[in-house]
T-cell receptor, first 115, second 116 residues
Framework: EAGVVQSPRYKIIEKKQPVAFWCNPISGHNTLYWYLQNLGQGPELLIRYENEEAVDDSQLPKDRFSAERLKGVDSTLKIQPAELGDSAVYLC?????????????FGQGTRLTVV | GNSVTQMEGPVTLSEEAFLTINCTYTATGYPSLFWYVQYPGEGLQLLLKATKADDKGSNKGFEATYRKETTSFHLEKGSVQVSDSAVYFCALSLPFSSGSARQLTFGSGTQLTVLP
């Protein structure tokens, strides 16, 4: 079974430029998460989707960050414009929506460097 | 609020040494507790979990016991190997206010290096 797939793995951009990350969750997983992981820190939740609905985006900086999950499958996270402080690893995870198997499965992440 | 505090790293051990990584938590309600591992260049993987007090999670020789009285979930392994070198994250989850998915709150991670 394929895991959570993220692309690109690495991205280097200049500040003030836009950037987008893509995530394909595990097939059948209704819940999708985007996490931010700063260097030396644990992941922090940015946004959670239940199918195509964003049900928890309280930690998403909405002035520059946006996300979408069309058709309740793949998701994209966008930053426009990027700032130096956005340099971090952006992790996508997915889980089954209900039942005992609510373990979150993580992708390899996208490492963003803003210069 | 909910939080997880982990032993600061980095931790460097010789092969076959005993490992303990301390983890304590603060949570409202009754969390499930997890240890995730992140090998170099890879995503986070679930190592073990415990869903209620006194449960012991185990996997790949690692163990952790859910201690409600001390709000702890320390990770242990009797004999580490070079291949155990990774970053270890303690985490807790509580139900979201809506839906049945559970929100993960992570500690800051502990880097483990095992030398041959």
């Amino acid at each position: 079974e394929a895991g959570v797939v993220q692309s690109p793995r690495y991205k280097i951009i200049e500040k003030k430029q836009p950037v987008a990350f893509w995530c394909n969750p595990i097939s059948g997983h209704n819940t999708l998460y985007w996490y931010l992981q700063n260097l030396g820190q644990g992941p922090e939740l940015l946004i959670r989707y239940e199918n195509e609905e964003a049900v928890d985006d309280s930690q998403l900086p909405k002035d520059r960050f946006s996300a979408e999950r069309l058709k309740g499958v793949d998701s994209t996270l966008k930053i426009q414009p990027a700032e130096l402080g956005d340099s971090a690893v952006y992790l996508c995870a997915s889980s089954l929506r209900s039942g005992p198997n609510t373990e979150a499965f993580f992708g390899q992440g996208t490492r963003l460097t803003v210069v | 609020g909910n939080s997880v505090t982990q032993m600061e790293g980095p931790v460097t051990l010789s092969e076959e040494a005993f490992l303990t990584i301390n983890c304590t938590y603060t949570a409202t309600g009754y969390p499930s507790l997890f240890w995730y591992v992140q090998y170099p260049g890879e995503g986070l993987q679930l190592l073990l979990k415990a869903t209620k007090a006194d449960d012991k999670g185990s996997n790949k020789g690692f163990e952790a016991t859910y201690r409600k009285e001390t709000t702890s979930f320390h990770l242990e392994k009797g004999s580490v190997q070079v291949s155990d070198s990774a970053v270890y994250f303690c985490a807790l989850s509580l139900p979201f206010s809506s839906g049945s998915a559970r929100q993960l709150t992570f500690g800051s991670g502990t880097q483990l290096t095992v030398l041959p």
